[in-house]
Structures are given as structure tokens and as C-alpha cells.
């Protein structure tokens, strides 16, 4: 089966300060990737998304950088807010349809 | 849009019961995910249709398990009978093409099994 696995399960950062989530992923093949976020007690909810053929691609407050050498995403949350404390998942696929997600980060925001 | 619906947003019920877990998808979404997650697997994809038809259903765990489609607007998930390893909580995502592949997930419901 494919694998897509977080380094760091849980993160806190204070208020005002960059986040970073790390996230590997092991299929080569996987051409498009998709961080969400997961609040308690709601479904996830789409962050930002980028295709294999870029490296960066940035938000509102979030890039996201893809390093295929080393099959490697991080998503950069720009002076990190209270609101921003959730569960972070990147997720892949190759086939367009069928997402590969891994099993999260919890990020939380100290005041 | 109210977003994709689901229903119950909670279920308990006791081993070898039958439980039947909706979802209306977004108006006009043609695909239809069903996820089951947990703390130990995370979110994981058991099944998803294109216009109502199961496309890929390899992620169903068992024959207790099953999922229909009968209109675009509503899908069922059904596991007869319950175990308890199956409380988790199940979300239901649409999304509008293959050309579009952000899944708008619904708030899940939370099945427990004792």
C-alpha cells in the first residue's frame, strides 16, 4: 500500500511564530498532494495543493514546498494564530481520485 | 450550499446491530467518498463512486461491510453486524471532477460500538 507519514505528530508554537509540518511521502508516482486541516469535531478542510511539476506554491499565509528528490512536503504557516490550532494532514495520489493521507500532526498554539 | 450532509453526526450501538450511516453530497458533485478514521489508521478511503456507480471499493475491510449510491443526492454506508473494532468516526467527501480533486468533507459521524 502507499505510505504517507508525518515526523512530527504534535507542535506547538507560540503565537505570532512560523509553523512548519513536515510530511513524507514513499510513491515517486504521486503527482499531486494536498495539505488539509482537521479541527476538533469537523471533517478536514482543504489548505493548499500542489502539483509535481513545482516546487513552491504559496497561500494566504501558507506555501507549501514539495521536494521530490527526497519525497518531501512542508507546509509553512506564516505568524501562526490561535486559530490556526488544529490536526494537519498532507494526503497524495497518483490516480487523481484516490488520496493516500497520513496519519496527522497536531499543531497548537500557545497565546 | 449547506456543504456535504451527514447523518447521524453520532451513533452508539451495541455489537452485532446493524448501523446505516448517510450522506447528501455537495449538489452537483459527480464523485463520492466514504472514509473511515481512526487514531491508530488514521483516514482511510473505503470507498468512493463516479455518478453513482462504486468504482473502487478494495478499501472496504470486510463484507459486513457495504455502500450504495441509488441518486446523486444520497449514499448509505451500512456494516451488519457491528464489531467494536469498527467505531471510528466515517466521513463522506464529494468533489466536483477528475479535474478538480479538493474533497469537501462533511462533519462525520461518530460511531461507537459496545
Known amino acids: 500500500g502507499e505510505s504517507v507519514g508525518l515526523h512530527l505528530p504534535t507542535l506547538s508554537v507560540q503565537e505570532g511564530d512560523n509553523s512548519i509540518i513536515n ?19 469537523k471533517g478536514p478542510q482543504f489548505i493548499i495543493d500542489i502539483r ?41 495520489t497518483y490516480t487523481g481520485n484516490q488520496f493516500y493521507f497520513g496519519t496527522g500532526t497536531s499543531l497548537t498554539v500557545i497565546p | 450550499d449547506a456543504g456535504v450532509i451527514q447523518s447521524p453526526r453520532h451513533e452508539v450501538t451495541e455489537m452485532g446491530q446493524e448501523v446505516t450511516l448517510r450522506c447528501k453530497p455537495i449538489s452537483g458533485h459527480d464523485y463520492l467518498f466514504w472514509y473511515r478514521q481512526t487514531m491508530m489508521r488514521g483516514l482511510e478511503l473505503l470507498i468512493y463512486f463516479n455518478n453513482n456507480v462504486p468504482i473502487d471499493d478494495s478499501g472496504m475491510p470486510e463484507d459486513r461491510f457495504s455502500a450504495k449510491m441509488p441518486n446523486a443526492s444520497f449514499s448509505t454506508l451500512k456494516i451488519q453486524p457491528s464489531e467494536p473494532r469498527d467505531s471510528a468516526v466515517y466521513f463522506c467527501a464529494s468533489t466536483l471532477s477528475p479535474g478538480s480533486y479538493e474533497q469537501y468533507f462533511g462533519p462525520g459521524t461518530r460511531l461507537t460500538v459496545t
Open chain 1, 23 to 41: 510530511c513524507a511521502y514513499s510513491n515517486s508516482a504521486s503527482d499531486y498532494f494536498i495539505w488539509y486541516k482537521q479541527e476538533s469535531g
Open chain 1, 52 to 92: 509535481s511539476n513545482m516546487d513552491k506554491r504559496q497561500g494566504q499565509r501558507v506555501t507549501v514546498l514539495l521536494n521530490k528528490t527526497v519525497k518531501h512536503l512542508s507546509l509553512q504557516i506564516a505568524a501562526t494564530q490561535p486559530g490556526d490550532s488544529a490536526v494537519y494532514f498532507c494526503a497524495e
